[in-house]
Each structure stands twice: as C-alpha cells, then as structure tokens.
C-alpha cells in the first residue's frame, strides 16, 4: 500500500524511505525542517507539560529568585550563574553572573545556569524520544567542551528503554519530538525541546523499525488534520 504522507526535511533520518516521494504528494506533509522553535517557547510548552525545568523568565526576575534561593546576596551575587539568552528567540545562551544581570537589567530570556558534576565524566544526559503514541528514554554519556555552551556538548547514546509516552497536547501535536534532561541537585529537569529530531543518532533504528516509524507519525498527521 503506497504511503498516504510525505516529507519535507533538511537532513536524513533512517526511516526517510517509507514515505511517498515529492512527485507522488497527495496527503499530509510531514514538516522536519525549519529553524528550531526560540528557547523562550520551548519551556512555555514544557512547563504547560508538567514537565519539571529549571528557574526560567525574564532574566532579572530569574536572577533575583536565585538570589532569595541562596539567602546570601553577597554570597550569591559572586557564585549563582544564569544562561542568558540575547532574546526570546535565541538559541545559544551566554553565562552571565547573578550580579552582572541585576546591574544591567538586559531583555531576553533566561534559565538558572545548571553547572557541570564533578569529575565532568559524570555528566549524564537524559533524553525522552517520542513517535507518535510511543516513547524511549535515552541516556547519555556527555563528553565536555573547555567553556562550551550546553548546545555544544558531545553526546553517545547509551542506553534505550521505552517508557509512558508525554499525552499533553501542546506535545502530542508534534509526530516526533525529543525532550532533553540535565541531572540538577538530584533532579532532572527539561532543558531543551527539539520537534524535528534526527532520531538515528539516538539510536532508535535498533527498536524501531522504519515502516513502524512512518506508521506512527502518519496516525499522528492524520489525526490532527
């Protein structure tokens, strides 16, 4: 039976073959390129999610809640870090002192900086993998860059395990999505939401297979249509 959904991508994934060619387009699109969605958004839908992420807003709000957390302004000012982002639609962050944020009172969109474990080999990354009504949890060995954004980091999978799929609409709509962890004080917390993946680099292809990929994201489309 041909395929009822086409692609629209700017990168290969494993599965791209199932789909109906350009030519042969007769149904839903499914859209897997485009900028990534601004930093800002990411977290409104994580948060409208229930899904836990670290201390987020406008920066110097986020910096003086860092501030009442410590309890120590002077302390506090020196240590407590945020990631800063030049705007709501920004991508990288830069890391910016507590201090430095309630001086200059910038615009934009900030996060608590979460720092690196010590040893660094200790960094473990947490991804959920979603595709349509189902889902894996990713674990990954980070590998450090010397003063490196948290978008610049190495990572391996290491281990699949499928888990309850995320049923919160302002997820689902997406047909595939990944939500990445970093470990916080005991924690994971959600930092990051990309809903175009490339999900051969977590390994996905060796527990899901291609025509079973498609199927899920076709039943997602064809819901939402």
């Given at each position: 039976?041909?395929?009822?959904?086409?692609?629209?991508?700017?990168?290969?994934?494993?599965?791209?073959?199932?789909?109906?060619?350009?030519?042969?387009?007769?149904?839903?699109?499914?859209?897997?390129?485009?900028?990534?969605?601004?930093?800002?958004?990411?977290?409104?839908?994580?948060?409208?999610?229930?899904?836990?992420?670290?201390?987020?807003?406008?920066?110097?709000?986020?910096?003086?809640?860092?501030?009442?957390?410590?309890g120590c302004?002077?302390?506090?000012?020196?240590?407590?870090?945020?990631?800063?982002?030049?705007?709501?639609?920004?991508?990288?962050?830069?890391?910016?002192?507590?201090?430095?944020i309630l001086?200059?009172?910038?615009?934009?969109?900030?996060?608590?900086?979460?720092?690196?474990?010590?040893?660094?080999?200790?960094?473990?990354?947490?991804?959920?993998?979603?595709?349509?009504?189902?889902?894996?949890?990713?674990?990954?060995?980070?590998?450090?860059?010397?003063?490196?954004?948290?978008?610049?980091?190495?990572?391996?999978?290491?281990?699949?395990?499928?888990?309850?799929?995320?049923?919160?609409?302002?997820?689902?709509?997406?047909?595939?999505?990944?939500?990445?962890?970093?470990?916080?004080?005991?924690?994971?917390?959600?930092?990051?939401l990309d809903?175009?993946?490339?999900?051969?680099?977590?390994?996905?292809?060796?527990?899901?297979?291609?025509?079973?990929?498609?199927?899920?994201?076709?039943?997602?489309?064809?819901?939402?249509?």
């Amino acid at each position: 039976m041909p395929a009822k959904i086409s692609l629209e991508t700017d990168f290969v994934d494993y599965y791209d073959h199932t789909f109906s060619t350009a030519e042969a387009r007769h149904g839903p699109v499914f859209r897997r390129s485009g900028p990534p969605l601004p930093t800002k958004e990411q977290f409104r839908i994580l948060k409208a999610a229930g899904i836990p992420t670290p201390l987020c807003g406008d920066p110097v709000f986020v910096a003086k809640e860092l501030m009442a957390r410590y309890g120590c302004a002077g302390w506090a000012a020196r240590t407590a870090h945020v990631a800063l982002y030049a705007s709501p639609e920004s991508l990288t962050p830069v890391k910016a002192p507590v201090e430095q944020i309630l001086k200059s009172a910038p615009n934009g969109f900030a996060h608590e900086w979460i720092p690196n474990p010590t040893p660094p080999s200790l960094a473990i990354n947490v991804a959920h993998i979603q595709i349509g009504n189902r889902a894996w949890m990713s674990t990954h060995q980070r590998t450090l860059l010397d003063d490196e954004p948290r978008q610049m980091l190495l990572e391996q999978p290491v281990l699949l395990t499928e888990t309850l799929p995320e049923t919160c609409e302002a997820l689902t709509k997406y047909p595939v999505f990944v939500i990445k962890y970093l470990d916080a004080y005991g924690t994971n917390l959600a930092y990051s939401l990309d809903t175009a993946p490339c999900l051969s680099f977590y390994g996905l292809e060796a527990v899901l297979p291609p025509d079973e990929a498609y199927h899920l994201i076709e039943e997602t489309l064809l819901k939402t249509a």
